[in-house]
């Protein structure tokens, strides 16, 4: 028997050795017995047309549209071992059982010699049977994910996927897991990560001395409690949002998929029993003729007694259901609309619900147009099963929504290769799959499909390979949104899936507020260490018995721990919440999301503002405006006129029952040439053609969708221009009726008559570094067409700066797309060219032999592109199509200006288009000069660029991505100092690694704070680098909003964030901050004057209760009240803008204010305790009682003078908290004389020393507001 083929297999699949001896076969001697399933399903074995193939080009064991193929190869198993079998059981695998084709002839030619059984079934079954079942394990768990990832472009990198099959390599489960912690883990991280903070470790220091007996003063609860509270609150919230994690991740990963289980299909012919049938395969009974059942027994008898020319399916298929943590590469999955994918896949099949919306009785026909351009007969019949999809009208294509993976909220589109999707479902278990390893790139993937013959020559084991592209994929985290169901195979999971990935933990923000307190807490813990040490000092560093020097120390620095408040943090991060509740809650902006409460105060100190433009500044609502022919431009109500041309362009005269179709020959039949007559056509056939273009040449999907019993049309595309340009065709009379993988169809809006119709060959999308699309279109002159001839033209469409030099020499392209991007239009430059049969021929054998090339596909592909089809194009015409400014957006950079902030726009687009929507929307000033500078390569004139630069610092500068690169590489230190200084900055063709650069690098020159804004998935990068992230919610999708530390639904809410909502939360944070830290230094103050009177001694003033009520129950919630007061209200902020500037200084919070502060709070400290101890007595309950009662008012009244607008909270935590210390003082007998508080003389001295202490304090702030008085106090007396 001849050797077997080398693709007889899945190379990664297990293969059984039925004949070897049990002991030494690795599976134990499974028997193919063992892998019949339960609940066996229906085949897909005959559903695709037959092809009429020469000896040498076969596809073993393939059913086409309904015709039996009876040859040999994977479907020969059944016949070859076995004999007969019932027609119950053959049902189960031939969909094109008992149909009209099934007295087809058979594949003509003599059977060859080798085309004979072999003798030993089981020797057969070596050769081409996949694994099936779990006896088929890794042969290689040692493999691990990290010796695959080699080098990119390293062949050995690549992974073999056998589809249906287990793998040689074991891969990582599909198991999603955001989680932060584990049960061992949680502690702890969450502990380090809180004693990694100043604060709390310092007060873990002060708790634990307290076990140490020496150190002890009062209570161990004291000191532990307020710390136990403060990790308690942080570490339930840390708990609370782990859990919702990983409920989330649980819940994803137990979603229930259905996949398809590959089994040996030999058990199931033995036993004959029935299984159900894909939904796909029972619709197709309805499109088929059914025969009688005797037929269909007697034609199965009939390939009984011929078992040389009966088949039997490389597989049986059934379906079973999978949690999406159980699904492994190789699985096959079944997918249907809305369902979520929970991995990285490649298409397989498309398999249509329903019938097609548009049934071409004549697709053989239509398809032998290709004839003359296919290599054989039996590409042609390819070419004619393609035209007509074996699933019911599917023509291998399915929609995707890739909003959650690259922000983008257009449907996309995705095909199968029509490698598989014209094979029946059982034989998938023939193809595998090349894939490189795995990355984040979720735009590119380069891959081979190949699918294994079983023949015995080198001419019937050719392999059959197809290339594989990012359209032949479907990511992780997309969603299927076509009504088809689509079978793809699983090729990445889990950990790496693109969606995995390209996901980095966001960057811990810290806002500038926190580092400005956490510097003054610096100060504190050195002034506390100080006192301690002076105390001692002045004691003379006496060791007196049971107390040495160094102990009292101790006791001191326990003492006066205050002075660092605990409640620091609490405090600020309740203000943190309320602040984002507010903004959450604003009317005035709704939508808006708080997503890091953590720097609602550096909202407050922003000084550079980096913009995005399409969707941010602008709506990213498209319009086209103009289109210019060369001679003549139409624009407005000249839309009248093209559309006249175009009624009259595409009037068709035959009313014959076979009508003829507009062809471009038909518009200008007189031509001889092209180039010849270009300048003398008509205007009107100038007009028709280019019209014509626009609606072919493009990526666009009709769809129609039921509303209130209702069929409403609407259009999908990747690019809202392209549907603004396939509207504009339509409301000029050429409508986009129907479009498919392989066919479009144009009709009038009017009659509803087809007007054009071609069929699609190649398509070339859009990519940012070609900047261009095209697309080959083959016409059709008749509806019904009976010929095989039709003109092939290709069309493309681009920038004007890669068109240029691809189209056909001319005077005036320049000229007018410069003056449409003056006007703030994005241009396309629409050019054609007309290919000969063997022209197109010849272009397709080299584009195919290039889409094999495993190492630099790309740039080969686009070789041949730039060879065959890209040179000299005929010039059509220029479109124009406008994206309107958001809602307000000019007063609200003109106020954000005012408020001394600096505004950079960082965008994609190009220089002119860039320059107008700048000057258009105030960016620029009235007569502001603008520099530009583009397409700087030389250092020298780099060098001069910032010499001018440097002169004229009241310019705008507007550089494009190439020559920004240049001064980021050479020139970093030198660009940056000097663009800081100007008033704006416009950089174009910025790419999404630019812009985040731009802003770090700014952060790190200026040390100030910068505020990023944009609203796509290119912003994303740019938004996480920021001080402070800002995402707009917009056409682009909401990657942006949710990666965003705010997420807000317009561009001029941005103003009402920054200048009212920054404002108050900065300023509100500010004076808590400081007026906690003054609650804590007063009390420490009160300290020292106690042991000073006591000949230094580490002795408690207040100990146990005292302490803590003090710094909760007695003024916790007066001193939080704090993050209710505003200084000015909305309007006079929106007013002067100019306020906002004296935020970015710093003002509020600076070693000025935080020395005047500790300087009160020294003043009101020495005078209660002084004072106290005077009138009453050095040490006891009478100087206690007073002591803490004046301290407590103190505050309560210190935090009404700080009140500069009162609220109700205010005065109800204010005046509740008086009445809760009075309603307490029965119960603090322990602390207090009781007897005494009731005197007239408790009372007095209270008053006395509460005079004392805040008439002074008053007095001072008055006098100060009144002779220097803040800004804020300006603008309201005006």
Not at 905 to 913: A, C, F, H, N, P
Request: aromatic share 8%.
């Amino acid at each position: 028997m001849p050797s077997p083929s080398p693709h007889s297999k899945p190379p990664d699949s297990r293969v059984h050795d039925y004949d070897s001896d049990p002991d030494s076969d690795p599976d134990g001697g499974l028997e193919l017995v063992e892998l019949e399933r339960e609940d066996p399903f229906s085949r897909d074995h005959e559903t695709a047309a037959v092809e009429q193939r020469p000896p040498q080009k076969r596809v073993w064991g393939v059913r086409m549209g309904g015709r039996r193929n009876t040859r040999h190869g994977y479907g020969e198993l059944g016949r070859r071992q076995g004999g007969g079998h019932d027609d119950d059981t053959y049902g189960r695998y031939s969909e094109g059982s008992a149909r009209e084709d099934d007295d087809a002839p058979l594949l003509d030619g003599p059977r060859r010699s080798h085309e004979q059984p072999p003798k030993d079934a089981a020797s057969w079954l070596r050769q081409r049977l996949p694994s099936f079942g779990p006896g088929a394990t890794a042969t290689s768990e040692s493999h691990n994910v990290a010796e695959n990832e080699q080098d990119e472009d390293d062949p050995s990198s690549s992974r073999q996927v056998a589809v249906g099959s287990a793998q040689s390599i074991r891969y990582p489960p599909n198991i999603i897991s955001n989680a932060k912690y584990t049960a061992w883990s949680f502690l702890p991280v969450t502990l380090y990560n809180e004693f990694s903070f100043f604060f709390n470790m310092y007060f873990l220091l002060v708790a634990l001395s307290q076990a140490i007996p020496a150190l002890r003063i009062g209570y161990l609860t004291t000191y532990v409690a307020p710390l136990a509270f403060v990790l308690m609150i942080t570490l339930g919230k840390e708990a609370y949002d782990d859990i919702e994690r990983r409920r989330r991740d649980n819940e994803a990963n137990a979603e229930e998929y259905t996949a398809l289980q590959f089994e040996d299909p030999s058990r199931s012919y033995a036993t004959g029993r029935s299984s159900k049938k894909l939904k796909s395969a029972r619709g197709r009974k309805a499109s088929k003729r059914l025969v009688s059942e005797r037929d269909r027994l007697s034609d199965i008898q009939e390939e009984e007694e011929q078992t040389e020319a009966a088949g039997r399916p490389s597989s049986f298929v059934s379906e079973i259901s999978k949690k999406s943590r159980d699904l492994r590469v190789g699985d096959v999955l079944k997918l249907t609309k809305g369902q979520r994918v929970p991995a990285d896949v490649i298409i397989l099949k498309c398999l249509s619900l329903d019938a097609p919306a548009h049934q071409d009785p004549d697709a053989e026909t239509e398809a032998n147009l290709l004839g003359d351009l296919v290599d054989d007969e039996s590409d042609a019949q390819d070419a004619a099963t393609g035209a007509e999809a074996d699933q019911g009208g599917s023509g291998g294509e399915t929609f995707i929504r890739t909003d959650q993976l690259d922000g983008e909220t257009d449907w996309k589109l995705r095909l199968a290769s029509p490698l598989s999707q014209n094979l029946p479902t059982e034989e998938l278990v023939r193809l595998q799959i090349t894939a490189g390893k795995p990355d984040r790139r979720v735009n590119d993937f380069v891959g081979s499909l190949e699918m294994t013959g079983l023949g015995h020559s080198d001419a019937d084991a050719e392999a059959k390979a197809a290339p594989l592209s990012i359209d032949n994929t479907a990511w992780a985290n997309t969603v299927i949104a076509s009504h088809a169901i689509t079978l793809a195979v699983i090729v990445y999971t889990g950990p790496q899936t693109r969606s995995a990935l390209s996901t980095s933990p966001s960057r811990s923000k810290t806002g500038l507020l926190e580092y400005e307190i956490n510097s003054l807490t610096k100060i504190l813990c050195f002034l506390t260490l100080a006192i301690s040490i002076i105390l001692v000092a002045l004691e003379g560093f006496k060791s007196t018995q049971g107390n040495i020097w160094y102990v009292k120390i101790m006791r001191f620095l326990v003492l006066f721990s205050t002075i660092v408040p605990i409640s620091l943090r609490v405090n600020l991060d309740l203000g943190k919440s309320v602040y984002s509740w507010f903004i959450q809650r604003d009317p005035g902006m709704p939508g808006a999301v708080v997503r890091t409460s953590t720097i609602p105060e550096d909202l407050g100190r922003i000084e550079y503002l980096l913009s995005d433009k399409t969707g941010t500044l602008t709506q990213n609502e498209m319009e086209m405006k103009k289109i210019h022919v060369g001679t003549v431009s139409y624009a407005n109500d000249a839309m009248d006129e093209v559309t006249a041309y175009v009624k009259q362009g595409f009037h068709i005269t035959d009313p014959s029952s076979n009508p003829a179709l507009v062809t471009p020959s038909s518009t200008f039949a007189t031509s001889t040439n092209v180039g010849a007559t270009r300048t003398r056509r008509e205007i009107g056939t100038r007009v028709r053609d280019v019209v014509l273009a626009l609606a072919l040449c493009h990526n666009v999907t009709p769809t129609n969708e039921e509303e209130n019993g209702q069929t409403i049309r609407s259009y999908q595309a990747s690019s809202p221009d392209e549907i603004a340009i396939v509207r504009w065709t339509e409301s000029v009379g050429l409508r986009l009726a129907q479009r498919d993988r392989k066919t479009m169809t144009l009709e009038s809006p009017e009659t509803g008559r087809v007007l054009v119709k071609v069929r699609i060959t190649d398509i070339f999308p859009f990519t940012s570094e070609g900047k261009r699309m095209g697309i080959i279109v083959q016409f059709l002159d008749k509806l019904h067409p009976s010929s095989g001839e039709g003109e092939i033209w290709f069309y493309q469409k681009g920038a004007d700066t890669v068109m240029s030099s691809i189209v056909v020499a001319n005077d005036w392209l320049d000229e007018e797309t410069a003056n449409m991007a003056r006007e703030g239009l994005r241009t396309l430059v629409v050019g054609r060219k007309r290919l000969s049969s063997k022209e197109y021929q010849e272009f397709s054998t080299k584009y195919r032999e290039s889409s094999l090339v495993m190492s630099g596909r790309e740039a080969a592909m686009q070789a041949i592109v730039s060879q065959y089809l890209e040179r000299d194009l005929e010039l059509l015409g220029v479109t124009g199509v406008e994206d309107k400014l958001q809602r307000d957006v000019k007063p609200s950079l003109e106020l954000l200006r005012n408020a001394g902030i600096k505004i950079w726009m960082l965008t994609g687009d190009k220089v002119e288009t860039a320059r107008c929507v700048a000057v258009s929307s105030k960016l620029v000033a009235r007569g502001q000069y603008i520099h530009t500078i583009a397409k700087l390569r030389r250092k020298d004139a780099a060098q001069e660029n910032l010499d001018i630069l440097r002169s004229k610092t009241d310019s705008c500068l507007l550089i494009d991505g190439e020559s920004l690169s240049l001064f980021l590489t050479h020139f970093r230190k030198e660009f940056i100092g000097v663009a800081v200084l100007l008033p704006t900055v416009v950089a174009c063709r910025c790419s999404p690694t630019q812009k985040a650069e731009v802003a770090t690098l700014i952060k790190e020159y200026t040390k100030k704070r910068v505020c990023c804004i944009g609203d796509g998935g290119n912003d994303v990068s740019m938004i996480q680098a920021a001080d402070v992230g800002v995402g707009i919610v917009g056409k682009e999708g909401r990657q942006a909003s949710l990666a965003a530390d705010f997420s807000i639904e317009q561009f001029h809410h941005l103003t009402k964030l920054l200048v009212w909502h920054g404002r108050n939360s900065y300023k509100r944070s500010a004076k808590l901050a400081q007026f906690v830290i003054h609650r804590g230094l007063i009390i420490a103050v009160c300290q020292t004057m106690y042991s000073i009177a006591l000949d230094f001694q580490p002795e408690g003033l207040y100990k146990d209760w005292l302490l803590v009520g003090y710094a909760t129950v007695y003024t916790a919630m007066p001193v939080l009240s704090l993050v209710l007061d505003k200084d000015v209200d909305e309007d006079l902020a929106n007013l002067y803008p100019e306020l906002y500037k004296e935020l970015t200084e710093g003002r509020s919070l600076s070693y000025k204010t935080f020395f005047i502060w500790v300087f009160v709070s020294i003043y009101q400290g020495c005078l209660i305790q002084g004072l106290s101890q005077v009138l009453t007595e050095v040490d006891g309950k009478r100087m206690v009682a007073v002591s803490y009662t004046v301290l407590v008012l103190n505050e309560l009244l210190m935090v009404a003078i700080e009140i500069t607008t009162w609220h109700w909270v205010m005065v109800v935590s204010i005046v509740g908290t008086f009445l809760l210390y009075v309603g307490s003082i029965p119960f603090l007998g322990g602390y207090f004389d009781l007897k005494f508080l009731m005197s007239l003389g408790f009372l007095w001295r209270v008053a006395a020393i509460g005079a004392f202490s805040l008439i002074p304090t008053y007095a001072a702030k008055v006098i100060g507001r009144t002779m220097k008085p803040p800004s804020y106090r300006k603008v309201q007396g005006i």
